[in-house]
């Protein structure tokens, strides 16, 4: 499921800036963003950009964006976090479309991607049976905070490296693959070398995928401060059902398999569970802090309750993650 990148939102509440004559401070969805001055009234509907959508070049209501390269970033101005963007819903061609329409292709918008993988790298597509990695941002989907309510859940580290899907499919051989390809085997990408590791060929049941995050010098900025690659594991799928194993699942997965998982903050049951603060502020806090052992600040963490469930919100798995606001400024991201 792609999340929506831009999308027709509403201007929730606007205050003023102390210091500032031509920006405000708004409210989109969950996100504080900085707006000009007058452009929007409370309610008012508005363009909504998430952090790292890429604007095209050559529209002229992303021009101002030229200085910056065109891409959304979290930023601050005058003291104030701004995480994303709103324009006028003025910038679209025609009628204004109904709250939540994506509007990421008709204003030719893409996400932007660190780096695009080279062409001798890549075997091919990646697997149709297996979804592809990828959490929502909290601030973009507050309905989950709803949705895990009363549920036991756990929370795991969001860890910086780079994702990996390694497939065994029902007939053939492995496949391992980056986000978004499937790697020949040759590849300069580490996936294949933790796949030899781990023996994965032989080691994985068939009908089964294992996705985790690599990470280890040359990945990222390895905030681990790991002297290898190594690969933390933080889903696994059954293909044969359509399923992610559960939380109880995974652990007795990698255990038996001898597979490291993401690391595990907090296991939330029973009355701590019932009694949980929900709220967006608590969550944020959650995930400040650093990574175990370094004085690296950690990316934030990822929430799921204990037993897979459907989120109507995300049409998916109900699952997400909450960026440290350390973490974004410090590494613009
Ligand atoms: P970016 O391109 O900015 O690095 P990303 O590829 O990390 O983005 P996000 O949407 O930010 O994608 O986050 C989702 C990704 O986070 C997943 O695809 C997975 O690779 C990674 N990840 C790291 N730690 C975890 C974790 N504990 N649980 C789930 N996913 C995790
Ligand atoms: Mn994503
Ligand atoms: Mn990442």
């Known amino acids: 499921m792609e999340r929506k990148l831009v999308s027709v939102q509403r201007v929730d509440h606007l205050e003023p800036i102390a210091g500032a004559d ?22 008012d509907p508005c363009i909504f950009f998430e952090i790292d959508s890429l604007l095209p070049e050559g529209a002229p209501w992303a021009e101002f964006m030229r200085p910056r390269g065109f891409r959304v970033k979290t930023a601050r101005l005058r003291g104030v976090l701004s995480q994303g963007l709103a324009l006028p819903i003025s910038i679209l061609p025609g009628a204004v479309p109904p709250h939540g329409t994506d509007v990421r292709d008709v204003l030719g918008v893409v996400k932007y991607e660190p780096a695009l993988s080279d062409g001798r790298e890549i075997s091919g597509p990646f697997p149709g049976q297996v979804p592809r990695t990828d959490e929502i941002r909290l601030q973009s989907a507050l309905g989950v905070l709803e949705e895990l309510r009363g549920h036991d859940f756990y929370v795991t580290t969001k860890l910086d490296g780079t994702s990996a899907t390694f497939f065994r499919p029902l007939e053939g051989e492995l496949v391992a693959c980056s986000r978004n390809w499937a790697l020949a085997r040759g590849a ?3 996936a294949w070398r933790i796949a030899d590791k781990y023996a994965l060929d032989t080691v994985l049941p068939a009908g089964f995928a294992v996705q985790g995050e690599l990470c280890g010098p040359g990945i990222q900025k390895n905030r681990l401060g790991l002297t290898e690659v190594e690969l933390f594991v933080f889903s696994v799928h059954d293909t044969r059902t359509g399923r992610y194993l559960d939380h109880a699942g995974l652990i007795g997965f990698c255990a038996e398999h001898k597979l490291r998982t993401v690391p595990v903050e907090h296991v939330v049951t029973g009355d701590a569970a019932r009694t949980f603060d929900h709220g967006l502020e608590h969550y944020l806090k959650l995930a400040q802090g650093f990574y175990t052992g370094t004085r690296n600040r950690k990316e934030g963490i990822v929430v799921r309750p204990l037993t897979e469930c459907h989120s109507p919100t995300l049409g998916g798995r109900l699952s997400f993650k909450v960026i440290n606001n350390d973490f974004l400024l410090k590494d613009e991201d």
């Open 22 to 43: 031509n920006i405000q401070k708004a409210r989109v969805m969950g996100w504080d963003v900085v707006v000009k001055k007058g452009e929007f009234a409370p309610g």
């Open 188 to 190: 300069s990408h580490p």
